[in-house]
């Protein structure tokens, strides 16, 4: 009877939540190794359905690099980056919308079969990423810039509870397709489609005061103190791209931004229907932050700095709000 009433006492925590986002949009960036594990993928995508099913307006932009540059090696092709760009020719340009494709559809199909409506769409149909060639002091290829989202095609498929599954390829003036970076094209279109959460699913568990120390997580960063963070190298390697998208999104208009572990079971609702959640938030101004999302307040609103109003849920957890 006791783990019944337990189950009973998540749904009436997560019911504040429900409310305050129903309706709105959220916009998850999955990609890495994490995509290729299918009980971590299967995870993702369930959370996704629930989110849809209760009235949330969910957008996946999936990467596929693991998965293109399998396909270079395999061509006999150099795979190379360029401060983590990936330098593309002609013939790479054509292996990563085919790569893209496969796994767009292979992500659609994995949908339904979990019960979500679903559609897929490259960002190069109907102009919803247009690029320009970017400009480097180096020449990329055929990497794009993104200039414009034409959002109206997503809307529509929002309009028939429909989850949309984007392909981060784009699209210049003339027709030509250009690789475009999936957490800047999740970036954009959040927020384009004005967000109230941009999530990136990672393979780490957030942003951890101390790299080595897994009981280190920070709860909520405002932007200060990122910049705090990257200035004393405490954000380091892969962690630094993401961070800089999350901090994009927020500068074009997206209320909060998420970096939590893909691995984590459900990880997804946990970040966003519970009190405490699982990952790093990161908020703009003066963070009270998560105390003020939702009708209930969340217990998790600390500032890095501060360390104000840490819960001792969050505490009992192992994470911290001191960077």
Known sequence: MKDVIRKADVLIEALPYIKAFHGKVVVVKYGG????????????????TFMSYVGMRPVLVHGGGPEISKRMRGAGKKVEFVNGIRVTDAETVRMVDEAMAELNQQLVRELRQVGAQAEGISGKQ??????????????????????????????????????????????????????????????????????????????????????????????????????????????????IPKVRAAIDALNVGVRKAHILDAKLPHG???????????????????????????????????????????SAKRSGAGKTSHA
Do not use: W
Not at 279 to 298: F, L, N, Y
């Open 126 to 239: 109907e102009g919803l990423i247009t690029v320009r060639k970017f400009a480097g002091s180096q020449d990329l290829g055929f990497v794009g810039e993104i200039v414009s989202i034409h959002d109206a095609v997503l809307r529509r498929l929002f309009e028939r509870q429909i989850i949309p599954v984007v392909s981060p390829l784009g699209v210049d003036g003339t027709g030509q397709i250009y690789n475009v970076n999936a957490d800047q094209s999740a970036c954009a279109l959040a927020g384009a489609l004005r967000a109230e959460k941009f999530v990136l699913l990672t393979n780490v568990q957030g942003i951890l005061r101390d790299p080595a120390d897994s009981g280190s997580l920070i709860s909520t960063l405002t932007e200060t103190e990122v910049e705090d963070l990257l200035r004393r190298k405490v954000i380091q390697e892969g962690m």
């Open 268 to 310: 997804l609702l946990l970040e966003i229907f519970t009190v405490s959640g699982i990952g790093t938030e990161i908020v703009r101004g003066e963070a009270a932050s998560r105390a003020s999302e939702s009708p209930k307040g969340r217990e998790r609103g600390a500032s890095a700095t501060t360390g104000r109003g840490a």
């Open 33 to 48: 190794s994490a995509l290729d594990n299918e009980q971590i993928r299967l995870g993702v995508l369930e959370d996704l």
